[in-house]
């Protein structure tokens, strides 16, 4: 994914939530990303994240490489809808 790094924030562990992580993690494992380029932040626990990225709403995804700094905010859990977003479709 072209040493893209991504911080899924949520709030709390819903299973809302963790069909989002379950997907975001098939998701890197599909495209090759590692295993250490998807961290999940939950901002309930630990909100410092969360405020050095400005992040004000939950979930959002940031994602972060060389050339660009993009994030989503909202629901990840429909496969095809972060693919498009994400320009891997």
């Known amino acids: 994914m072209n040493?893209?790094?991504?911080?899924?924030?949520?709030?709390?562990?819903s299973?809302?939530?963790?069909?989002?992580i379950?997907?975001?993690r098939r998701i890197c494992r599909e495209k090759g990303c590692n295993a250490w380029d998807?961290?999940?932040?939950?901002?309930s626990v630990d909100p410092g994240p969360a405020a050095?990225?400005?992040?004000?709403?939950?979930?959002?995804?940031v994602e972060k490489n060389?050339?660009?700094?993009?994030?989503?905010v909202g629901d990840l859990s429909v496969r095809e809808r972060v693919l498009s977003g994400l320009d891997m479709s």
């Open 66 to 72: 060389r050339w660009r700094k993009r994030r989503w």
């Open 3 to 13: 040493g893209s790094k991504f911080k899924l924030f949520i709030y709390g562990r």
């Open 22 to 24: 379950r997907n975001m």
């Open 52 to 61: 050095l990225e400005k992040v004000f709403v939950t979930p959002t995804l």
């Open 38 to 43: 998807l961290a999940v932040i939950d901002v």
């Open 15 to 20: 299973s809302a939530n963790e069909k989002m």
